[in-house]
């Protein structure tokens, strides 16, 4: 492994280049389910069409887990964002349109949204009453079935700009099939964490260019900040609470 | 005793599951001995139950704040006492069990049924009130009920729920009708749904959907947002105070109080004073923004501010307020969803919207409707007088309730400022809010009901003209009447050329002359007259403007003055609606107009066939498109009709026979036809009796036997009164296509089939027999064999002188010279089967064929057109 170069280091990761590789290596705190499943969801992304690295292995590399895919020659749209401030309106737009294009692929085996964000919600126990959890997943039993390919996690950090000119989306650990406007609601949510200007952007542009009103997509809001709440980011924890504690209309 | 059995092993607290699958068998069971339950022994238990909802009802609301932490305890009481005093009152005497409508007259019943297990969803914010009144209305109804409580309301929706069942019991009803799921959640609620036979779920919209989406039926309720005018006209004072009465109520959780108040630029600075005079604090600058964040989070209520008082909101928000502030209140511009201002709120914030008029308001109201309470409730403040403002007002709000002058929390609930509207805790929102009901739902939302509906005949009716004259040289004594008795002054004779020309008219005239009746006459109606003619004569009608009108001549004479005489009465009216075929004359979609109010209608017929001077019935071809319009109403009946035998003297003997034999067709087909009746029989008979008797003389002898040639007259004349009122059949439906494909003279297309269609109708095994509630089976030989012994015809069996019969009729049509076959007609065979398809359709659709007694197939005429042209050997047409 002495060719591979680290890029960067995570609280359970560290991912290397190597060649035209990029593998990510886990520690022990990452379940192996999880990474196989990661896995599972690239093959499938890729199997239907979206551009996305392609996965080459997973195996174990001195003793953890390792998980490789093609490497994507270009850069990453938050580092052009960046780079060149001018350009926001531009990049945001070309990662608006890239979100609603995925949105309209099919991948009928990726797990169902809803019961990947019932699983979390589930599993929050020690943060939220057992009455707040009632509320959310009635809101989210209550939510339309749908069936649009979701990437779960989509922010600029995850779209690369490719040398080829075509945008990619990498890290697919979160993907299922379910709403397009759930999607959104966690990438609006990401951004708000980081600049509310940029996050309000975005929702009009998601909104026009899918023909969503916000208020579909802001209805998802309480459900996807308690599905980011129990990634136990605690820097965010009380911002995330201010979300979730909600009233259904009567 | 179930109930005893029960008792042992109920499972008494459900909290998973399993449990709750084991507690609803239970309460099946439970819930089957109830079904039994006589109407006396329910009202004793809905008594008891409400009387002690009722007692409970301070202890209740102070658990239920103290458990939820939202409203005021005192609004909570009247909540509670109004879910148990006023649904009592309402449904008291309103009958659940067995039979609760009864028309014996109609042979008509009613019988309510419970549906079974209600699965009551209960919200937080209401949570005792709506428990008491699912409970009551579940026990008046005979159901059972398992409740669904909102976590954070739990105990106290318990125990509300455990006062009405203890009650119940006691009072006799079975054990553990009611029961409640300790700990909701998700899992159970959606099982509870699956499991139960109507959901009564009152709560968010995921509740909602997820009762709908349980696959069992549903009676969910939606959110409201409810919008306010306050109009120019209305008593500001009084709107104000309202609103501030309601939006306060249990500090603002009503899903019908008002969310935002739109006053009209007049009155807006009025209304502002005494919200401002009355303790209502303006949000200003900043503070509006800090409540708008305070209030919605993302487009969602904050569940901290639900329920909670102005102050406290107010502290939350970060702004300082007077401690017993009202209701705080946002002056905002828009209505869309991105203000917050503009949602449903559940505390006592208000926005208030300012407009130029009252159409700005109502675009206002209607987007806010639109985007949260769709279906719902929307309020109006207005002169009561102004009903054009709420006229306007209400066809434009899609809400179920619309309440003027009224605050619109205690407004909603009903009964309580108006007392025709259902008190109820759960308000439909009908389609609009995604719900089956927009109604407030009550009793009869939870019961099953059977209907028993006895087999009824059809009323039936005997009708003729007003006047029926006959006997030989009656026609100059009757037209006397006209003069001496009518007064009329101005007469229009309808005939045709011949029959003017060769003098028949001038008795007529004559009489009219000496009566002092001005007279003109319209005599261009030609043979199947025609609608342009008609046209023609109604111009010469309009012109002379005559207050009698007297038809002298055939059918065709007599046809055209009756579409004459519509046409003078009601210009406007349309043949095409005129003309639309009927099931049942009594239910026609077109209903004629009243004929008789510019002129009196009399008929002189000059041949004896048609009847047309005592039927209702007129036929018109339109000649550039070849329409036949065949009319039938009541309203075309004549008003006198003169059988005067002197003038049909000299009728042809080709005239003679064809309308003979139609005389004759007419009394057979009104016999057997499925709406023959004790009235119209009598006419048939004899009228058939008299042309066997009749005929033959008067079709040898003409003239010279004016004893025949009158016999026939009546005999005309009385068949038509019997078809008028039991209609005719398939040979007529037949004949009709004959004449108008091949011009066959009518009388001889009847007479060249009657046999052949007489057999068809007789079979005992017809494929589908005439539908009419009097027609209760097969039966049409037995009337053939009956009017054939009347007439004479004698026969060891019935199927003998049934026999004897078709002899008898067909000796008569050789006897007058008619072919027995339609090839001898001179019809062509291959024109006869290039029109052979057409005239079955047509003929099967033609008007006549409702009554016949056998219910005709397109293939079965089509069989009889071939039989009858080719003179095939009668099958015996049974199926």
């Known amino acids: ?250 | 005793m179930p109930q005893s059995k029960s008792k042992e092993k109920m499972t008494e607290v459900i909290d998973s599951v399993e449990s709750l699958k084991v507690a609803m068998a239970e309460m099946r069971e439970a819930q089957q001995v109830f079904a039994t339950f006589s109407q006396e022994q329910v009202d004793k238990i809905f008594y008891e139950a409400a009387m002690a909802a009722n007692k409970a009802r301070i202890p209740l609301a102070k658990m239920a704040v103290e458990e939820t932490g939202m409203g005021v305890v005192e609004d909570k009481v009247i909540k509670n006492h109004y879910a148990s005093e006023y649904i009592y009152n309402k449904y008291k005497r309103t009958k659940t069990c067995g039979v609760i409508e009864e028309d014996p007259a109609y042979g008509y019943q009613v019988v309510a049924e419970p549906m079974g297990i209600v699965a009551g969803i209960i919200p937080t914010t209401n949570p005792t009130s709506t428990a008491i009144f699912k409970c009551l209305i579940s026990l008046k109804t005979r159901n059972a009920i398992i409740i669904s409580p909102h976590p954070r309301a739990a105990k106290c929706t318990a125990a509300a729920a455990q006062r009405v069942r203890e009650a119940a019991e006691a009072a006799g009803a079975p054990k553990g009708l009611i029961r409640w799921i300790s700990v909701p959640t998700l899992e159970m609620t959606n099982e509870l749904m699956r499991d139960a036979d109507i959901i009564l779920a009152t709560g968010g919209p995921g509740m909602v959907k997820a009762a709908y989406s349980s696959g069992k039926p549903a009676l969910g309720v939606g959110p409201g947002n409810v919008p306010v005018i306050i109009h120019s006209s209305a008593n500001v004072k009084v709107a104000v105070n309202s609103i501030i009465h309601s939006k306060t109520f249990d500090n603002g959780m009503i899903c019908a109080s008002e969310q935002s108040v739109t006053a009209l630029d007049d009155v807006y600075d009025e209304v502002k004073a005494e919200f401002a005079r009355r303790g209502c604090y303006f949000l200003k600058g900043e503070e509006l923004d800090r409540v708008r964040k305070t209030v919605i989070i993302n487009g969602s209520v904050n569940a901290k501010i639900v329920g909670q008082s102005a102050a406290t909101i107010a502290e939350m928000a970060g702004v300082e307020v007077p401690k017993k502030t009202k209701i705080l209140i946002g002056e905002v511009e828009s209505v869309s969803p991105s203000e917050e201002f503009a949602h449903e709120k559940l505390s006592p914030v208000l926005a208030m919207y300012h407009a130029k008029d009252f159409d700005e308001a109502l675009e206002k109201a209607k987007r806010l409707v639109a985007d949260g309470g769709f279906g719902h409730t929307s309020s109006l403040y207005v002169h009561p007088t102004r009903q054009d403002v709420i006229d306007k007002f209400k066809s434009v709000m899609m809400t179920g309730r619309i309440l003027v002058n009224t605050p619109s929390a205690q407004g909603g609930i009903g009964d309580l400022y108006n007392f025709k509207m259902a008190p109820s805790m759960t308000l439909g929102c009908g389609t609009w809010g995604g719900n089956s009901t927009s109604e407030n739902v009550g009793v009869k939302h939870l019961l099953n009901t059977k209907v028993v509906a006895m087999r009824q005949e059809n009323m039936l009716w005997f009708r003729t003209p007003e006047k029926i004259y006959f006997k030989r040289g009656c026609m100059p004594v009757a037209l006397n009447e006209l003069g001496q008795v009518m007064d009329k002054k101005r007469c229009f004779i309808v005939t045709d050329q011949f029959l003017y020309k060769n003098g028949y008219t001038k008795p007529v005239e004559d009489k009219l002359d000496e009566l002092g009746i001005v007279h003109s006459c319209f005599w261009d109606v030609a043979p199947d007259p025609t609608l342009q003619c008609a046209q023609e004569g109604v111009k010469q009608l309009r012109a002379f403007e005559p207050d009698v009108i007297i038809a002298m001549g055939g059918g065709s004479a007599m046809d055209a003055a009756k579409i004459m005489w519509v046409m003078y009465e009601y210009p406007e009216a349309r043949f095409e609606d005129m003309a639309m075929d009927f099931m049942d004359i009594r239910k026609r979609i077109y209903i004629y107009p009243d004929m008789g109010k510019k002129a009196y209608f009399v008929c002189i017929p000059t041949s004896s066939g048609t009847g047309s001077e005592v039927t209702p019935f007129a036929i018109i071809t339109d000649a550039e498109t070849g329409v036949k319009w065949p009319l039938a109403d009541y309203e075309l009946m004549p008003n006198m009709a003169i059988v005067d035998v002197d003038n049909m003297m000299s009728q042809p003997k080709g005239l003679t026979a064809a309308s003979g034999l139609d005389v004759l067709t007419h009394a057979l087909e009104a016999y057997v036809s499925i709406m023959a009746t004790d009235f119209s029989d009598p006419s048939a008979l004899q009228a058939m009796k008299l042309v066997f008797e009749n005929l033959p003389s008067a079709y040898d002898n003409g003239a010279a036997d004016p004893e025949a040639r009158e016999r026939m007259a009546n005999a005309s004349c009385l068949a038509g009164i019997a078809f008028s009122n039991a209609f005719l059949g398939v040979n007529h439906s037949m004949a009709h296509k004959l004449g108008a494909f091949h011009h066959i003279p009518h009388g001889v297309a009847n007479a060249v089939i009657l046999t052949r269609v007489m057999r068809y109708n007789s079979a005992s095994v017809p494929a589908k027999m005439g539908t009419f509630s009097q027609y209760a089976y097969p039966h049409a030989k037995e009337r053939y064999v009956e009017a054939a012994r009347f007439c004479g015809v004698t026969g060891a069996s019935d199927d003998e002188v049934f026999e004897n019969f078709l002899a008898k009729i067909n000796e008569l049509v050789t006897h007058c010279g008619v072919p027995l076959t339609i090839a001898e007609l001179g019809v062509k065979e291959d024109d006869f089967l290039a029109t052979l398809d057409e005239m079955v359709e047509q003929a099967f659709n033609d008007q006549c064929t409702t009554a016949n007694p056998r219910y005709p197939l397109m293939s079965e005429l089509k069989e009889l057109y071939l039989d009858a042209f080719y003179g095939r050997p009668a099958t015996s047409y049974e199926a």
């Not at chain 1, 002495?2 to 560290?14: L, Y």
């Not at chain 1, 999880?34 to 093959?43: G, K, Q, R, S, V």
């Not at chain 1, 099919?106 to 939220?128: C, E, F, G, N």
């Not at chain 1, 709403?179 to 200007?197: I, K, P, V």
């Open chain 1, 1 to 250: 492994m002495a060719s591979m170069q680290e890029i960067v280091k995570r609280q359970n990761k560290i991912v290397y280049r190597e060649g035209d590789e990029m593998i990510k290596v886990f520690n022990e705190s990452k379940p192996v389910s999880d990474i196989f499943n990661e896995a599972l969801n690239l093959a499938r992304v890729a199997e239907a069409g979206i551009n996305s690295p392609k996965p080459v292995w997973v195996k174990r590399v001195d003793g953890d887990w390792a998980f490789a895919t093609t490497r994507i020659a270009g850069k990453a749209l938050d580092d052009l964002m960046a780079e060149h401030p001018e350009k926001l309106d531009k990049y945001l737009k070309l990662f608006v349109d890239f979100q609603v294009r995925i949105h309209s692929y099919r991948a009928p085996l990726l797990q169902r949204q809803k019961d990947k964000y019932t699983r979390m919600i589930k599993s929050l126990t020690d943060i939220l009453d057992a009455t707040t959890r009632y509320e959310l997943e009635m809101r989210l039993d209550g939510m339309p079935n749908e069936v649009e390919v979701c990437h779960g996690d989509f922010n600029p950090s995850n779209v690369i700009v490719g040398d080829d000119g075509e945008l990619y989306a990498c890290d697919w650990a979160h993907a299922t099939q379910g709403s397009g406007a759930a999607d959104a609601a966690m990438s609006y949510l990401l951004f708000e964490l980081e600049d509310h200007t940029k996050a309000e952007k975005y929702l009009d542009l998601y909104c026009k260019k899918s023909d969503t009103p916000k208020q579909i997509v802001r209805n998802w809001l309480s459900i996807v900040a308690a599905s980011e709440l129990s990634r136990h980011r605690e820097d965010n924890r009380e911002f995330l609470l201010s979300w979730i504690d909600i009233a259904d209309y009567q």
